[in-house]
């Protein structure tokens, strides 16, 4: 986080109650054994927090940059207890995976995330059994389990706008650049057709309904196509004052970043900037053929990154 300090987990995945792995800068600490209600979801939140208030308590003029990635949606799903209830009382999942699927798909279209023309993929009938098909305890677990994952989504997006509204509070949102990435490279598979505690399984039909409207999962190849990393990304910007600019951009998350630092330092006007970023899709697409480890970002499930761009210059490329 930011370029001089590190707070968090080293590694794929941890648990969110008692990090084994949580290291602040070249410590490892140990912050649950003191406090029992300890969840890395909120103190990652809180530990961002800290950090902005003191870079401005020292010097307000100063820019700052947070590369936020906590370890949701990724395995293990450990929201708190009272967004699970929450989550719960809403009763999102009662209606079974199709209904889902096709909800998400249609919020999509409604949203202008999606094209009018967008066709929902077909159902994996030789894999994955259909909500009528279940008995009523398969429903029941795998109703639990859309909670649960819910729950942690919602949560940690709860702790994220913590973030962003403390960037507010300094009065110093509308000169931030906000990219957040949602999604664990698109939904992921491990668990098999009727999940596990153990993730190293595959194929989950709540991950098909979570997916939509891409082709079955993160980890499959299918239909003969490359296996891709496609994931949903929102902006904030002052340039990007259209809550759809961005409907309709398809391309790589690595061009997206390189536009606006180029926008800063005056390589490109507003409105070349506007122009390509209102006309196509937010969906960044990564072909994943032959890719090397060091490209991964495996701990970059649930991502923020925050830019404050307050007198920002750049001697380089």
């Given at each position: 986080?930011?370029?001089?300090?590190?707070?968090?987990?080293?590694?794929?995945?941890?648990?969110?109650?008692?990090?084994?792995?949580?290291?602040?800068?070249?410590?490892?600490?140990?912050?649950?054994?003191?406090?029992?209600?300890?969840?890395?979801?909120?103190?990652?939140?809180?530990?961002?927090?800290?950090?902005?208030?003191?870079?401005?308590?020292?010097?307000?003029?100063?820019?700052?940059?947070?590369?936020?990635?906590?370890?949701?949606?990724?395995?293990?799903?450990?929201?708190?207890?009272?967004?699970?209830?929450?989550?719960?009382?809403?009763?999102?999942?009662?209606?079974?995976?199709?209904?889902?699927?096709?909800?998400?798909?249609a919020n999509q279209k409604r949203l202008g995330v999606l094209p009018d023309d967008a066709k929902l993929t077909?159902?994996?009938?030789?894999?994955?059994?259909?909500?009528?098909?279940?008995?009523?305890?398969?429903?029941?677990?795998?109703?639990?389990?859309?909670?649960?994952?819910?729950?942690?989504?919602?949560?940690?997006?709860?702790?994220?706008?913590?973030?962003?509204?403390?960037?507010?509070?300094?009065?110093?949102?509308?000169?931030?650049?906000?990219?957040?990435?949602?999604?664990?490279?698109?939904?992921?598979?491990?668990?098999?057709?009727?999940?596990?505690?153990?993730?190293?399984?595959?194929?989950?039909?709540?991950?098909?309904?979570?997916?939509?409207?891409?082709?079955?999962?993160?980890?499959?190849?299918?239909?003969?196509?490359?296996?891709?990393?496609?994931?949903?990304?929102?902006?904030?910007?002052?340039?990007?004052?259209?809550?759809?600019?961005?409907?309709?951009?398809?391309?790589?998350?690595?061009?997206?970043?390189?536009?606006?630092?180029?926008?800063?330092?005056?390589?490109?006007?507003?409105?070349?900037?506007?122009?390509?970023?209102?006309?196509?899709?937010?969906?960044?697409?990564?072909?994943?053929?032959?890719?090397?480890?060091?490209?991964?970002?495996?701990?970059?499930?649930?991502?923020?990154?925050?830019?404050?761009?307050?007198?920002?210059?750049?001697?380089?490329?």
């Open positions: 986080m930011g370029f001089e300090y590190f707070y968090g987990f080293m590694g794929g995945d941890t648990s969110q109650w008692q990090p084994g792995n949580l290291y602040r800068n070249t410590t490892q600490i140990h912050p649950y054994d003191d406090d029992p209600d300890y969840n890395l979801v909120t103190a990652m939140a809180d530990d961002a927090i800290d950090y902005m208030h003191n870079i401005d308590a020292l010097n307000p003029d100063q820019p700052f940059f947070i590369y936020y990635a906590p370890g949701a949606t990724h395995a293990p799903h450990h929201p708190t207890p009272e967004w699970i209830e929450k989550i719960s009382e809403m009763h999102l999942f009662d209606e079974g995976w199709h209904k889902l699927r096709d909800t998400i798909f077909p159902w994996p009938d030789d894999l994955i059994k259909h909500w009528d098909q279940l008995s009523d305890t398969e429903k029941k677990l795998f109703i639990k389990q859309a909670n649960v994952f819910a729950a942690y989504v919602a949560y940690t997006d709860h702790e994220i706008g913590r973030v962003i509204q403390a960037v507010e509070d300094m009065g110093k949102l509308e000169n931030t650049l906000i990219i957040y990435i949602t999604g664990d490279n698109g939904t992921s598979s491990e668990g098999g057709p009727t999940g596990a505690t153990s993730r190293w399984r595959s194929m989950h039909a709540r991950a098909v309904a979570n997916a939509s409207t891409f082709v079955r999962v993160v980890i499959s190849r299918s239909e003969g196509r490359k296996r891709r990393v496609e994931t949903m990304m929102s902006v904030q910007h002052p340039l990007l004052d259209d809550p759809r600019a961005l409907a309709g951009f398809k391309g790589w998350s690595e061009d997206v970043y390189e536009d606006f630092f180029r926008l800063q330092r005056g390589e490109i006007g507003e409105s070349e900037f506007r122009e390509k970023y209102y006309r196509q899709r937010a969906i960044l697409s990564i072909d994943m053929t032959g890719y090397t480890a060091s490209a991964m970002q495996y701990g970059e499930l649930q991502s923020l990154l925050c830019i404050s761009m307050r007198r920002l210059r750049f001697t380089g490329a």
